[in-house]
T-cell receptor, first 111, second 112 residues
Framework: GENVEQHPSTLSVQEGDSAVIKCTYS??????FPWYKQELGKRPQLIID?????GEKKDQRIAVTLNKTAKHFSLHITETQPEDSAVYFC??????????FGTGTRLLVSP | NAGVTQTPKFRVLKTGQSMTLLCAQD?????MYWYRQDPGMGLRLIHY???????AKGEVPDGYNVSRLKKQNFLLGLESAAPSQTSVYFC???????????FGDGTRLSIL
């Protein structure tokens, strides 16, 4: 089955810096890669996603890149703000049914 | 439009007790999922359903049962609770065949 590895587990940046979180997946048939943000005590919320036929997608300060050959995808956050502090999860889906999640990255943005 | 609603939000059980967690969605989604979230381990899939009357095992199904008698509801049961089942449980749903997965607010379950 699919396996998703996520790095780093913790990331500390200064406000205004960029942050990059990386994930690798094992199943070359995976075709959908979402990223979720989870604030303390809250539900995971989808912030951006990308399908396997696209190499990059951007939404304001966040972007996701996908390298199918290397089987990895990354989340990029530019001009970080304190409210970006949260745990971020990547995930991969094979076929139409199940998402497999990474173990999460705790992002801390210091003012 | 409430989205995905989970009840209860908190519960404390004693070892050996049973209980049912309810997930309800009002978005007419086909797919529904139950996850557990433990520190440092992300979200792990317990069971899922691809439509009314169907269920399937996920990554960590042992000790849990599920039912999907109505399209809008997905129930997660613990027949004999164990301390290892202390966790935060999230329900999610999404439309068929493609579409983003929406999560409920979670149920924090402690088993003593």
């Amino acid at each position: 089955g699919e396996n998703v590895e996520q790095h780093p587990s913790t990331l500390s940046v200064q406000e205004g810096d960029s942050a990059v979180i990386k994930c690798t997946y094992s199943d070359s048939a995976s075709n959908y890669f979402p990223w979720y943000k989870q604030e303390l005590g809250k539900r995971p919320q989808l912030i951006i996603d990308i399908r396997s036929n696209v190499g990059e997608k951007k939404d304001q300060r966040i972007a996701v890149t996908l390298n199918k050959t290397a089987k990895h995808f990354s989340l990029h956050i530019t001009e970080t703000q304190p409210e970006d502090s949260a745990v971020y999860f990547c995930a991969a889906r094979t076929g139409f049914q199940k998402l497999v999640f990474g173990t999460g990255t705790r992002l801390l943005v210091s003012p | 439009n409430a989205g995905v609603t989970q009840t209860p939000k908190f519960r404390v059980l004693k070892t050996g007790q049973s209980m049912t967690l309810l997930c309800a969605q009002d978005m007419n989604h086909e797919y529904m999922y139950w996850y557990r979230q433990d520190p440092g381990m992300g979200l792990r899939l317990i069971h899922y359903s691809v439509g009314e009357g169907t269920t399937a095992k996920g990554e960590v199904p042992d000790g849990y049962n599920v039912s999907r008698l109505k399209k809008q509801n997905f129930l997660l049961g613990l027949e004999s609770a164990a301390p290892s089942q202390t966790s935060v449980y999230f329900c999610a749903s999404r439309p068929y065949p493609l579409g983003p997965q929406h999560f409920g607010d979670g149920t924090r379950l402690s088993i003593l």
